[in-house]
């Protein structure tokens, strides 16, 4: 019988929703491989976070090389990792903010993938490659053009894939909805308060993704509201 327990490795895992989800799938049981750029390392509540900056391409490879040789050929693919610009017209954000954040949130995203898919297809068994989007990569709003540009470049990035993939795995992407984190703080000041904590978001989030099925390849999909 197929053990339940999921090999999974998630981007952005020291804060926000990377977090309440690492914690959250640990909770279930599985393995949870984690990195993030905050220099947080070790055993966090039951899962690993490695540092890792997933705008490099020689950490991301590095890291999945680790992995992957220890056995953790992951069956989910969570790219989490994502940072947002200060609020300001386009014309207004300085380049190099602009530079880390195309970095981080698409080639990050890009370069995680590369790294464990060929694992995953060799493996035989199939996956999930679940790409966190967001409400801002299915519409727009004045102040964050960077940051919608980045999250539209994540849902045709993974729609292209989609149609790339062998018919086991699977990949889509998630937008998690409207959730009460540092960055929601950052764009919307105290309106963010009234909006749901992470953890109890997670709840939600974590069984959603353990149950995609293969025919929902290619699909633009959103965490269960409340």
Known sequence: MKSSRKNIVLTGASKGIGFALACELA???HSVKGC????IVGRV????VSPVDVSSSDQVFSWADKLIRSGHVPD??????GVINEPAPLWE?????LDALIATNILGTAYTIQAFLPAMIARGHGGTLVTLSSGWGRSTDPGFAPYCASKFAIE??????????PENITAVTL???VVKTDMLLRCWGERALAFEEAGAWATRAAPFILGLKPNQNGEQLTVPAP
């Open 27 to 29: 909770r279930g049981g």
């Open 36 to 39: 993030s750029r905050s220099g």
């Open 45 to 48: 509540i039951g899962f690993d």
């Open 76 to 81: 989910i693919v969570i790219t989490n990792a």
């Open 93 to 97: 954000v300085p380049p190099s903010a």
């Open 156 to 165: 045709g990035l993974t729609l292209s894939l989609a149609k790339e993939l």
């Open 175 to 177: 937008n998690p909805g």
